[in-house]
């Protein structure tokens, strides 16, 4: 069967008007959510938004749909920065005078728990300080049942000069705008079937050999590769490259890809390399991930790469490295994030499980050298 191609669909969604920038940000997130819009196109894709608001906080909402899975069947912690980047922006922005931009400039998440499918993911997010050039913020992720920690984070946000005046107003990201509630949201279709890999391939090929397959064709991609355009495009001993399409789709309601689907790219692509060092039977956990912009990625279409490579190996822990580039090759991104090995547990992760490497002893490189590097 055919992998699905949702990011080649024509883009849905629309930008808020400029003029409404003439607000100070605490009203202009009330009148958003009061109204229900307009909604980006990242709202369409995944379904992340904000939900509600104070004065320095935030909550926003993401379904757990099947979509957003790896070929494990969990939810990667890139892929709960494009939920935390809503609350960590919208928090600051409640304290921002009007006609005053600011950016994303540092991401950093710890995860605690295994992100599983099923009903909504919540973010609850806190301005810290919010100075005249720097917010900061942080947020706290629930799992569906809103019980449980799943992940804590921070941000850095620079805060941008006033604007003296305001940019002229964008349409919608298509032509005919938005179709209507009649056509679902891609999110909340049918996820494709068999995408998420068995146990059975787990136990039976090690990390390597498994996105050496997926890339001849030989096994499917997951969901998370067919909703956005993901795609591991090289491999190696300690290493792997995987590309994302700058499509609209991507897109925040201020008309750029936002932070924390760059944030994905980068520990996708991290954790790809810290699998290939993974033998059959043994699971892979992300445990951090760290993300410093250096530069907007706009959504022209072409081809976003990311490179990483396991910097130390360990026996339970590896640390990676990754570099993102637009099609120029100027670099968008750098990022940073570590993985805990698991021998003999389900690529799933199994039963509930805390994601901690408290519990080894300080790690030693598995050649012995003092390094680790790859």
């Known amino acids: 069967m055919s992998p699905v191609e949702v990011w080649r669909e024509p883009v849905r969604g629309s930008y808020p008007d400029p003029a409404k920038l003439a607000l100070p940000g605490r009203d202009r997130l009330a009148g958003w959510i009061r109204d229900g819009g307009p909604l980006p196109p990242l709202t369409y894709l995944t379904g992340s938004r904000p939900t509600a608001i104070g004065g320095g906080t935030a909550e926003a909402e993401m379904p757990a749909s099947e979509w957003l899975v790896n070929s494990t069947g969990l939810i990667s912690g890139g892929t709960l920065a494009i939920l935390a980047d809503v609350a960590f922006g919208c928090a600051v922005e409640t304290r921002i005078p009007a006609a005053t931009p600011y950016t994303t400039a540092e991401l950093s998440l710890t995860f605690l728990r295994p992100a599983r499918p099923g009903a909504t993911l919540t973010a609850h997010g806190q301005a810290i300080h919010v100075g005249r050039s720097v917010g900061l913020s942080e947020a706290f992720l629930l799992d569906p049942r809103g019980e449980s920690l799943i992940a804590h984070g921070t941000s850095r ?21 938005d179709p209507g509630e009649s056509e679902p949201r891609p999110y909340e279709r049918p996820a494709p079937a068999g995408a998420v890999l068995g146990q059975e391939v787990w136990d039976e090929l090690p990390g390597f050999e498994v996105m050496r397959r997926q890339m001849a064709g030989e096994l499917p991609p997951p969901p998370i590769y067919q909703l956005t355009g993901l795609e591991q495009i090289e491999v190696g001993d300690g290493e792997a490259a995987m590309r994302l399409p700058a499509t609209e789709w991507l897109n925040s309601p201020v008309g750029r890809l936002q932070g924390g689907a760059l944030a994905m790219l980068a520990d996708m692509t991290m954790m790809n390399a810290a699998l290939t060092t993974a033998a059959a039977g043994m699971a892979i956990a992300g445990l951090d991930l760290k993300v410093n912009y250096l530069r907007p990625a706009v959504a022209d279409g072409r081809d976003l790469v990311a490179r990483a490579a396991v910097v130390h190996s360990g ?60």
Do not use: F, H, W
């Not at 580039?325 to 968008?332: M, T, Y």
């Not at 547990?345 to 805390?354: D, F, M, Q, T, Y």
């Open 315 to 374: 026996r339970t822990l590896a640390v990676c490295q990754a570099r993102i580039e637009n099609a120029d090759g100027k670099a968008v991104a750098l990022a940073t994030g570590s993985a805990m090995r698991l021998p003999d547990r389900p690529a799933s992760l199994g039963a509930e499980v805390e994601l901690t490497s408290d519990a080894s002893p300080p790690d030693r490189p598995l050649d012995g050298r003092g390094g680790g590097g790859r």
């Open 157 to 177: 946000l620079a805060i941008l000069p006033p604007l003296d005046e305001l940019p002229a107003t964008r349409g919608a990201a298509t032509s005919d705008g």
